[in-house]
């Protein structure tokens, strides 16, 4: 049992690159988030999805897009990155509104 | 919209001791579960303990209990005896039960120990 699983664990992007990071769920839960935390801070949603085919805004989505097709997979995308966007980055999921169980990050840094 | 706030950046207790860690929160809704997250070096989140706002028994884990002050909004950590293993990065988090889906997280508390 994998449990939350992201890649890449580490990305070095240049100013104006894309990318899209992966997320996968083994648990058939039907909520996953998209979290960044920045240096010292908590965690701030990007997106989430309560269910294959809806997807909503969070807090700070702007830069970002997402899509869920199945109820496993939940990637996130970077179109034009920017060094703002250096984060890490945290997929989670759950069962409804219990507990969340989160992956173990992706690293990103944009120069 | 909802606000968590960790008013202890960093803690700090000596092994085998008992430290306490805050939270408050600030909801309108009546109906909510809380959290405590652990975030040690390997930047992993590991759930600490988990609480329904219906529930007035504080939840208890192992070392881990809360005092959790529904009319004060408040929802303190008391980690009991405290080991190397506990130093970490300890946020509080909160979503509401009915309404929304987002979860709110706090800004995190680093705990040291002190052997």
């Known amino acids: 049992n994998a449990g939350v699983t992201q890649t890449p664990k580490f990305r070095i992007l240049k100013i104006g690159q894309s990318m899209t990071l992966q997320c996968a769920q083994d648990?058939?839960?039907?909520?996953m988030y998209w979290y960044r935390q920045d240096p010292g801070m908590g965690l701030k949603l990007i997106y989430y999805?309560?269910?294959?085919?809806?997807?909503d805004k969070g807090e700070v989505p702007n830069g970002y897009n997402v899509s869920r097709s199945t109820t496993e997979d939940f990637p996130l995308r970077l179109e034009l990155a920017a060094p703002s966007q250096t984060s890490v980055y945290f997929c989670?999921?759950?069962?409804?509104?219990?507990?969340?169980?989160f992956g173990p990050g992706t690293r990103l840094t944009v120069t | 919209a909802q606000t968590v706030t960790q008013s202890q950046p960093e803690m700090s207790v000596q092994e085998a001791e008992t430290v306490t860690l805050s939270c408050t929160y600030d909801?309108?809704?009546?109906?909510?579960?809380l959290f405590w997250y652990k975030q040690p070096p390997s930047r992993q989140m590991i759930l600490v303990i988990r609480?329904?706002?219906?529930?007035?028994q504080n939840a208890t884990e192992n070392r881990f209990s809360v005092n959790f002050q529904k009319a004060a909004k408040s929802f303190s950590l008391k980690i009991s005896d405290s080991q190397l293993g506990d130093a970490a990065m300890y946020f509080c988090?909160?979503?509401?039960?009915?309404?929304?889906?987002?979860?709110?997280f706090g800004t995190g508390t680093s705990l040291t120990v002190i052997p």
């Open positions: 989670a999921s759950s069962y409804m509104k219990s507990e969340q169980y």
């Open positions: 648990m058939n839960h039907n909520y």
């Open positions: 999805s309560v269910g294959a085919g809806i997807t």
């Open positions: 909801t309108s809704e009546s109906d909510y579960y």
């Open positions: 609480q329904e706002a219906y529930k007035q």
């Open positions: 988090a909160y979503v509401a039960a009915n309404t929304g889906n987002q979860f709110y």
